[in-house]
């Protein structure tokens, strides 16, 4: 058994009950959300949607990125998108070391020198989001209006508190 075959075999169950063929891309409720890629973080159920209702764009640490704003240009101007929720999350890495001490982890644990690249950790995840918050607000390639929101998801309970 390969390292991927698992995967292929659960495709062929997901195959019997897949219902998402009539979706077209759109975000048929108008959101895009930002978080992290924590794998407890179910973007959709958190705030009761379903596959084709919102755009998910996720990263470490849940930061508003290059690529970020790239994919909400095209997000905003082609795929429904009028209003965006930034949600990082509480216990996230990107929040527990400095960016020398996360690139000094990676070294130990791999010998892989990764100083090259920001890692994008955070001291204050409420400053970051609020810079984030920002960043989108006065990005001049969004359209004006769309509606951006801030909040804090609580792995722990669930809640998600609105900065």
Do not use: W
């Not at 924590?38 to 705030?47: E, G, H, N, Q, T």
């Not at 009028?82 to 010998?111: N, W, Y």
């Amino acid at each position: 058994m390969s390292n991927f075959d698992d995967l292929f075999e659960a495709n062929k169950e997901f195959i019997k009950e897949f219902k998402s063929q009539d979706l077209t891309g759109q975000a048929k409720k108008g959101l895009a959300i930002v978080t992290c890629m924590d794998s407890r973080i179910d973007p959709l159920k958190i705030v009761g949607m379903k596959a084709g209702d919102a755009k998910i764009l996720r990263n470490a640490g849940a930061r508003v990125t290059e690529d970020v704003l790239r994919t909400l240009i095209l997000a905003t101007n082609l795929l429904n998108v009028s209003r965006v929720l930034v949600m990082p999350h509480t216990d996230c890495k990107m929040a527990s070391g400095s960016e020398e001490q996360i690139h000094a982890a990676i070294f130990e644990k791999s010998g892989i020198d990764t100083r090259s690249i920001e890692i994008r950790t955070v001291t204050d995840q409420l400053a970051a989001l609020k810079s984030d918050l920002v960043r989108i607000e006065q990005f001049p390639l969004l359209p004006k209006g769309i509606s951006i929101v801030g909040a804090i998801y609580d792995v722990k309970s669930g809640s998600l508190t609105k900065i």
